[in-house]
């Protein structure tokens, strides 16, 4: 069992950065793919950005590309999103989410299913908005 808490976000301005960080508890960190999803008012639930269990495999999304960078610290269990230049479409509740690597999908598998599969632990989401 993980529990998941995502922390960080909050009110910007286009063009600022913001920084989302997601702490697990529980089962044994470094043995789940963690990924950010969003859902934005009206739209369908997409994957954001999503790193393997190792750290080495990173996927984003191309609407964030180039701007978004995600990390995880295994050793404090934690999973960071950082933010950058921000657009008032980025404005949505973000939630971070963990799939075992034992399900035999990629962290972009998670990442272009939105979650949909074998994605089985998340966090309550935190609201970003981003607007002048």
């Known amino acids: 069992q993980l529990q998941l808490v995502e922390s960080g976000g909050g009110l910007a301005q286009p063009g600022e950065s913001l920084r989302l960080s997601c702490a697990v508890s529980?089962?044994?960190?470094?043995?789940?793919?963690i990924g950010w999803f969003r859902r934005a008012p009206g739209e369908e639930r997409e994957g954001v950005s999503c790193v393997s269990s190792s750290g080495g495999i990173k996927y984003y999304a191309h609407s964030v590309k180039g701007r978004f960078t995600i990390s995880r610290d295994n050793a404090k269990k934690t999973v960071y999103l950082e933010m950058n230049s921000l657009k008032s479409e980025d404005t949505a509740i973000y939630y971070c989410a963990a799939m075992s690597r034992g399900s035999g999908l990629t962290a972009q598998d998670m990442c272009l299913m939105s979650g949909r599969y074998a994605t089985d632990y998340w966090g309550q989401g935190t609201q970003v908005t981003v607007s002048s």
């Open positions: 529980g089962s044994t960190f470094d043995y789940y793919h």
